[in-house]
């Protein structure tokens, strides 16, 4: 039996190269990568050595699917240290890219999603490839768009943050540049090449970087999502979830039928909080947002939340037939979504 390292760091001219290193698991976050994840950008973001980072996902299919959320749902949710651990290290470490000196190029070349955005989305470079997959898919397991989706969700086009992040709706190459996530798009085969150029160079700054992406992008092609952005744009300017489902009810187009009953399926308290999440997050500082997240999370976990049932429907019995409590957004509460924004007292997360 080899043990090996669930990620790899290694220095090569120029670079410092991460490699999330759980293909089985769709390279998925554990605590434990998170902190040495931190624990190395800390010590490479002063080295001389090192002029810029590149993330990568091992195997042939993701980059990053998220975070290791079927180990913390094993967990009740009196007992839920492991899960609130998880997130503030995972939250530590985002911040800790958002704010990084030096270029971050990561290499969204397979699944990216949840907590792979979050390993992403915050450094300087995001290269799209046909492979890569985008989404914000928490709202289907009772979550929210954490890993500071409450910061670049509310800063995207337009209402694509509060449509990606209530129906997580997945996004392919030319979409994910359309929307900002991605910055530049080259084909997969290219990328062993991109990186060798990348460690060969002498870099220095982000225009030293986009110097060698220019090297090698390519056109991603026309973004479908150009075609729905009035739809989207007026159906998720709506305040709230009831209106958004009765906006998307009134209009007959193919569209507005999937989308509305992607939303069915989804955890109505999650979208009441993502609702308001979104709405605060667009407010806040980076370090801010990622306060608010921490204090959403730590109270889903805190009770028998969707989360739990969320997590068994989708990643655990894979029913895909959660029992959501409340049943209906008619159910959620004021009272209720106002909770889950509530300081923690000696528990807060600051930065
Ligand atoms: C929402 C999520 C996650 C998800 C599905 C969702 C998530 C996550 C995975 C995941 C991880 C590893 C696997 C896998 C799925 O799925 O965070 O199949 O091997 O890690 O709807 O947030």
């Excluded at 299919?61 to 079927?70: I, L, N, P």
């Excluded at 890993?147 to 997580?168: A, E, I, N, W």
């Excluded at 996004?171 to 929307?179: E, H, Q, S, T």
């Excluded at 996530?181 to 870099?203: E, H, N, P, R």
Aim: net charge negative; proline share 3%.
């Amino acid at each position: 039996m080899t043990n090996e390292a669930e990620v790899l760091f290694v220095e090569r001219g120029c670079l410092g190269i991460i490699t999330l290193n759980r293909p089985r698991a769709l390279n998925s976050l554990s605590t434990n990568m998170c902190r040495l994840m931190d624990e190395t950008l800390i010590k490479w973001a002063t080295d001389d050595a090192i002029g810029a980072v590149v993330i990568q996902g091992a195997g042939e299919k993701a980059f990053c699917a998220g975070g290791d959320v079927k180990t913390l749902a094993e967990n009740s949710p009196e007992d839920h240290h492991t899960a609130t651990e998880f997130f503030a290290t995972e939250y530590i470490m985002n911040s800790r890219i958002y704010h990084f000196p030096k270029p971050y190029i990561a290499l969204l070349d397979g699944i990216t999603m949840g907590g792979g955005v979050g390993v992403s989305v915050h450094g300087s470079h995001r290269i799209i490839t046909e492979k890569c997959l985008f989404a914000m898919p928490e709202s289907a397991i009772g979550l929210i768009p954490d890993v500071g989706g409450s910061y670049f969700m509310p800063r995207l086009p337009g209402k694509l943050g509060l449509y990606l992040g209530l129906t997580g709706a997945r996004l392919k190459g030319a979409d994910i540049l359309y929307a900002g996530i991605g910055t530049s798009y080259m084909s997969s085969d290219k990328i062993t090449d991109f990186v060798a150029a990348l460690s060969k160079a002498d870099i220095k700054d982000a225009r030293d970087v986009d110097g060698i992406i220019a090297d090698f992008a390519e056109d991603p092609g026309e973004a479908s999502l150009d075609e729905f952005r009035d739809l989207i744009d007026a159906a998720f300017g709506e305040v709230t979830i009831e209106s958004i489902l009765d906006h998307l009810d009134a209009i007959d187009h193919e569209w507005a039928g999937k989308t509305l009953s992607k939303l069915k399926k989804m955890s109505p308290i999650s979208m009441k909080v993502i609702i308001e999440q979104i709405l605060r997050g667009g407010e806040l500082e980076f370090n801010a947002a990622m306060q608010m997240e921490y204090r959403i999370v730590s109270h889903i976990v805190s009770y028998q939340s969707d989360f739990y049932e969320g997590v068994r429907a989708v990643l655990i019995d894979k029913d895909q037939n959660p029992t959501w409590n409340p049943a209906t957004v008619a159910d959620v509460t004021d009272e209720m979504v106002a909770a889950h924004f509530a300081d923690l007292g000696d528990k807060e997360l600051t930065f």
